[in-house]
């Protein structure tokens, strides 16, 4: 049965989510993803934990914060690339992501091998 992208972004959604949680204790406020084309753009809002709120308020701690949060994502490259896989079908050829120490938002970007998008069929009953 094919899935609609809603259906796709969805589950994304929950596998980041999930990995947020086992991974960093606590996950998002608030998470989307989207398909577009060959990418999968995850957007997490109210990401930052009490400990972090408190260190970005130096530059410092926010060199650190983004450090971490760096790492962090590229110690488990392996992990979001298979989670990836498994819920597209796609191998991921490019990761990039970034957070923002000040209103406390992600962005993970996910650079695929080919197309994403499966759109409802139309006309059928």
Same mark, same amino acid.
């Given at each position: 049965?094919?899935?609609?992208?809603?259906?796709?972004? +969805?589950?994304? @959604?929950?596998?980041?989510?999930?990995?947020?949680?086992? =991974?960093?204790?606590?996950?998002?406020?608030?998470?989307? #993803?989207?398909?577009? #084309?060959?990418?999968?753009?995850?957007?997490?809002? !109210?990401?930052?934990?009490? #400990?972090?709120? =408190?260190?970005? +308020?130096?530059? $410092?701690?926010?060199?650190?914060?983004?450090?971490?949060?760096?790492?962090?994502?590229?110690? @488990?490259?392996?992990?979001?690339?298979?989670?990836?896989?498994?819920?597209?079908?796609?191998?991921?050829?490019?990761? =990039?992501? &970034?957070?923002?120490?000040?209103?406390?938002?992600?962005?993970?970007?996910?650079?695929? &091998? $080919?197309?994403?998008?499966?759109?409802?069929?139309? !006309?059928?009953?």
């Amino acid at each position: 049965m094919m899935r609609t992208k809603g259906q796709i972004e +969805a589950e994304i @959604s929950q596998a980041i989510l999930k990995f947020e949680k086992e =991974h960093i204790g606590r996950g998002p406020e608030e998470i989307r #993803a989207f398909v577009v #084309a060959d990418m999968i753009v995850v957007r997490e809002r !109210g990401v930052l934990t009490p #400990a972090e709120i =408190h260190l970005a +308020a130096t530059s $410092d701690g926010k060199e650190l914060i983004k450090q971490f949060r760096a790492c962090l994502v590229e110690n @488990s490259r392996m992990l979001l690339n298979s989670m990836i896989r498994e819920i597209t079908g796609r191998e991921t050829v490019a990761l =990039h992501s &970034d957070v923002c120490t000040s209103s406390g938002e992600r962005v993970l970007v996910f650079c695929l &091998d $080919d197309n994403v998008e499966v759109l409802p069929e139309r !006309g059928k009953k």
